[in-house]
């Protein structure tokens, strides 16, 4: 006896088939974004490779990273050699009969103000130009010294970028007590002194400093970078 197979509906013509576009809209974007990834993960494994252990291997410049202060065994000679402010080195001092270790520690690029404070008899500097000063730190190592040399046993200049030099213009300081030419050292050795410069109002910082017992050629005296 043949039985009637089950009739399966057919599909309504009418019914509408969903939208693939969202589907390959969101397929797209991952694919771009997959693309940046692989791109800019690229160029930094391209640049890690390139600056390997700070220096450029090949192309490119590389300032690297600022000196850092030091404290130097032997005085360091010359513009060739100049050493970074806040550096320590020994100056023999054949006025003190003895070793200073000396360390160039800060500058006031406008000290105008200062200067005038710390006495009402300092000289004003000249229209157009402003006083800097340079603090100097030490220690004296020896068998001891009359005071009245200590005053004046370092010798100073400035040297600016463009290579015009200022000697040392000797005016009362802010802390003018407190140096090695007024009280001597401490016990420990250890003193201080200031340096006063006139120089063009509009000078900007840069420059060295010059640091000998007497600067005569200042190429053989300790350079000193000013900033």
Known sequence: MHQTPPTVPLPDPSAQRRPRTSFYVAVGCLSVIAGLLLGVGGFFGVRALQYEGGAPISGGE????????????????????????????PIESTLLEGQ?????????????????????????PE????????????????DGFEEWRAGSWL?????????????????????????IGQKGVAEDGGFLSEYCFEVPGDLEAGGHFVLDEYVIDIDSGSWVEAA
């Not at 850092?68 to 065994?73: A, F, K, R, Y």
């Not at 200073?100 to 004003?124: F, G, L, M, R």
């Not at 400035?158 to 005016?171: Q, S, W």
Request: charged share 25%; aromatic share 8%.
């Open 100 to 124: 200073v270790d000396v360390t160039p520690t800060t500058v006031d690029w406008d000290a105008t103000a200062e200067i005038h404070e710390a006495n009402a008899y300092n000289e004003k």
């Open 155 to 179: 010798d100073v200049v400035y040297v600016a970028e463009d290579g015009t030099r200022y000697d040392r213009a000797f005016r009362v300081t802010p802390r003018h007590e407190e140096l």
């Open 62 to 89: 590389s300032t690297g990273p600022a000196p850092e202060p030091t404290v130097l065994e032997k005085a360091p000679v010359g513009p060739d050699s100049a050493v970074p402010l806040g550096s320590t080195f």
């Open 127 to 142: 229209a157009g130009s402003k006083y800097i000063l340079l603090t100097v730190e030490g220690v004296y190592h020896g």
